[in-house]
């Protein structure tokens, strides 16, 4: 019974499947690219696990810009919130296209949500 509990409870957690997948914390290692995509991608956007009861009860993972960059730290392992509140691509960033802002989510970090069973929408 508590297996059936812990998947549950972990269902529609965004930030545990986050934390447990090994592809996202590879890249975070990897990657300050990545981490800053992922910050973005968790400000003012909502995800929802591909499930049918979590889709049939209409809810969503959100956070705050505070926890976003506070959870990619913690995945990271070091810094803090700070190191992502405040980031925005500099120039040469955006010149070179290293950052895909043609939507509210960078491709590679949709499609890596999307193999953990996320969907997003912007909040309104």
């Not at 509990?5 to 499947?17: P, V």
């Not at 929802?48 to 959870?71: E, F, H, P, T």
């Not at 810094?79 to 802002?101: K, S």
Request: some cysteine; aromatic content about 16%; overall charge negative.
């Amino acid at each position: 019974m508590d297996a059936l509990k812990d998947t549950f409870q972990h269902l529609n957690d965004l930030e545990w499947a986050l934390k447990t997948s090994p592809t996202i914390q590879r890249k975070c290692q990897d990657r300050q690219e990545y981490r800053n995509k992922l910050y973005h991608a968790l400000c003012n956007i909502e995800w929802q696990r591909n499930n049918a009861w979590i889709v049939l009860k209409d809810m969503w993972w959100s956070c705050s810009w505070r926890y976003a960059g506070g959870l990619v730290a913690d995945i990271y392992g070091q810094g803090d919130y700070m190191d992502y509140y405040l980031w925005r691509p500099n120039e040469e960033e955006l010149r070179l296209g290293t950052y895909d802002f043609s939507g509210p989510v960078d491709p590679e970090i949709a499609h890596d949500l999307g193999q953990l069973g996320f969907h997003y929408r912007e909040m309104e």
